[in-house]
């Protein structure tokens, strides 16, 4: 098994003392800073999403890996220079909508699309959508994924979008919306531009309008 | 015609009464929202404009659904509940306040929040403002939700007890509560009683954090929590042999106090679904909770005529096998729109074997947005589902929520006492 195997299986098995340990202990070997996300935590947390999705792996086991996936990545993302800085994968402006202060499925989301190489600005819950615009500008987004666990506060998701739109950014940006009651009719409806099932369909999702 | 409590008998005993059930407030998971509920009352002509609405869950911001609303949607259940909230005060020293929606309603003398500058509102412990909040509902917001207080730990100082204080012995006084409610409910209603004791629940995660106490300690915070169900799962074990060891306790007093008076049990709340499958795999759930299950399960049954009723949001189609051999007897809320969990098929697999009470109307989509038509179309299409040979309680999907139209809930039970007679009218619901 190679170290990147050895990491990925880490990650995969929730070990963050291990993950942590042979990152350190890989860098210190020379491997540079961003072999490590193709090569061991964007495989490993895609191998943790299909476990997700056919039931082999279910939300503790999820969270775990993505502490694990965290503790590598946390070590690593300050050292990224030049190009290896620059996510290829894109940034996303992530939040809970206005109202509404669940933030598990968010988080979960974050971590999964963090391992998946992409930068994270996480605006927490009960974020407007004036919050969404300036995240947006300020760090030149180029995806937005809201959450929402409350059928009286998903209708803030439209807010999002309307703001984005009246803010000059709708073109620059594709909005993915989440959460219990949202569904893909729901999405369209608002005019965002996809609806994430779960965390891995979240990710499959970010990598499609990322790269459209 | 037949009475409220021999209906709701017979249809947990999967036989069909006169008509299928209806429920309406008799627990925490099939209540209603105050601000919806004021509007009900005030469509019905119970009240007069301005009549406050009783609060009686902080949490989920449940109101009171009392007799003449009972009588007025032909309710068949009642709910006896205890004394206190997940806040930790008790239902007692009423005073008036207003929701962000405008509804008057009286809260309990220990509802005590301070605005933050942002608008939002803040709940204390207890009612004690001097404490650190536990609850913050956002401005313009309808519910409150727990705020996690997690101290720092480490893995070698945690102990048992700490994640036990909420969960005690009730008092002689809660006791007596119980019975004189019980005995109260039977001889002046002929419907049918639920137990309420949910709080009893084993990790039901929106109680973990502890909002009814000052400082907890132990893992309170949701996500630790969950993690914890895997890396510390002898910790958790502990936690729960020795809570299910208060609740056996509890249960039989109770029991003596009320006796056969209740129909129903409502024991659990923990959540084991999410929207896409199980929270936890179905062996967690068979290694950490379904030994204790069984245990408190057995027990109704060898001691009592009650029926017990498990509550757990989300998709449980894989984990359904094991609430039945834990010795459930009824589902709730059947969360229709989660993932495997279609209605004929629950009860063509299950139905034989558990009875469902909810599922009556999708809470997430049609009750909020749908209109009284497609309510009621939604209604006649999971009796014809659930209803066929008993078995079935009808109730929304959860707790019907702020916002929700009044119209659609006056369609969703018109629709439930029109077409839920028996011999039901099974042609296509179209």
């Not at chain 1, 072999?35 to 503790?60: L, N, Q, S, T, Y």
């Not at chain 1, 809201?146 to 940006?173: C, F, Y």
């Not at chain 2, 480490?154 to 102990?159: S, Y």
């Amino acid at each position: 098994m190679t170290q990147f195997e050895e990491l990925q299986q880490a990650i995969i098995d929730g070990k963050a003392p291990v993950s942590k340990a042979l990152t350190e202990k890989m860098l210190k070997e020379g491997i540079r800073p961003g072999e490590f996300f193709p090569k061991a935590i964007i495989p490993a947390m895609d191998e943790v999403g299909r476990r997700m999705r056919e039931c082999e792996f279910f939300i503790p086991e999820v969270l775990i890996a993505a502490r694990a996936a965290r503790a590598s990545s946390d070590i690593l993302r300050p050292l990224l220079v030049g190009d290896e800085a620059i996510s290829s994968a894109g940034t996303v402006v992530c939040g809970t909508v206005k109202g509404d202060l669940h933030d598990i499925g968010k988080n979960i989301v974050a971590m999964m699309l963090e391992s998946a190489g992409f930068k994270i600005v996480d605006l927490g819950v009960d974020v407007s959508a004036e919050k969404v615009v300036d995240a947006v500008r300020q760090h030149q987004a180029n995806l937005v994924a809201m959450s929402a666990l409350l059928t009286t506060t998903m209708v803030n998701m439209k807010s999002v979008v309307e703001a984005l739109a009246a803010a000059g950014l709708r073109d620059k940006v594709k909005i993915m919306v989440g959460g219990a009651p949202v569904t893909d009719a729901w999405a369209h409806s608002i005019g965002a531009d996809g609806y994430g099932k779960d965390a891995p369909a979240a990710v499959e999702l970010a990598r499609q309008l990322s790269a459209a | 015609m037949m009475n409220s409590r021999e209906r709701v008998r017979l249809a947990l005993e999967h036989q069909e009464p006169d008509c299928v059930p209806l429920d309406l407030g008799a627990s925490t998971v099939t209540g209603i929202h105050v601000d919806t509920l004021y509007r009900l009352r005030q469509a019905l002509d119970l009240d007069a404009p301005g009549t406050p609405v009783k609060l009686i869950e902080p949490f989920q911001m449940l109101g009171e659904v009392q007799p003449d609303l009972i009588n007025a949607l032909a309710i068949d259940t009642v709910r006896v509940g205890g004394t206190g909230t997940a806040f930790g005060f008790p239902l007692e020293g009423w005073k008036e306040w207003k929701t962000f929606a405008g509804t008057p309603v009286l809260v309990p003398g220990g509802f005590n929040t301070r605005a933050e500058p942002n608008g939002d509102l803040l709940l204390y412990p207890q009612g004690d403002r001097s404490a650190p909040a536990s609850g913050r509902m956002p401005q313009g917001g309808f519910y409150f939700d727990v705020i996690v207080r997690q101290q720092p730990f480490k893995d070698e100082d945690l102990r048992v007890e700490d994640n036990l204080e909420e969960f005690s012995i009730f008092s002689d006084q809660e006791i007596e509560h119980y019975r004189r409610r019980a005995e109260e409910l039977y001889t002046q209603t002929d419907k049918a009683l639920v137990l309420n004791l949910g709080a009893l629940s084993l990790g039901n995660i929106s109680r973990v954090p502890g909002p009814g106490l000052k400082c907890p300690r132990g893992i309170r915070d949701v996500e630790e929590w969950y993690i914890s169900l895997s890396t510390r799962r002898a910790h958790i074990y502990k936690i729960f042999e020795r809570q299910a060891e208060i609740n056996m306790v509890n249960l039989q007093r109770i029991h003596a106090a009320v006796g056969n008076r209740v129909a129903v049990a409502y024991l659990t709340g923990t959540d084991f679904g999410a929207q896409n499958g199980p929270f936890v795999s179905p062996q967690t759930y068979r290694n950490l909770f379904m030994p204790f299950h069984k245990q408190v399960n057995d027990w109704v049954h060898r001691n009592t005529t009650w029926k017990t009723f498990i509550h757990s949001c989300g998709s449980v189609w894989a984990l359904l096998d094991d609430f039945i051999a834990a010795g459930f007897d009824i589902l709730n809320p059947v969360q229709c729109s989660a993932a495997h969990m279609n209605p004929f098929d629950l009860k063509g697999k299950f139905g034989n074997r558990i009875s469902f009470w909810g599922g009556g109307v999708d809470t997430q989509c049609t009750l909020p947005f749908g209109s009284p038509q497609e309510v009621c179309q939604e209604v006649r299409e999971r009796i014809r589902a659930f209803g066929p040979g008993g078995g079935f309680v009808f109730n929304a999907v959860h707790n019907i929520q702020a916002l929700v139209p009044v119209e659609n809930v006056l369609a969703m039970y018109r629709t439930a006492r029109e077409y839920g007679g028996y011999p039901l009218r099974l042609g296509s619901a179209a």
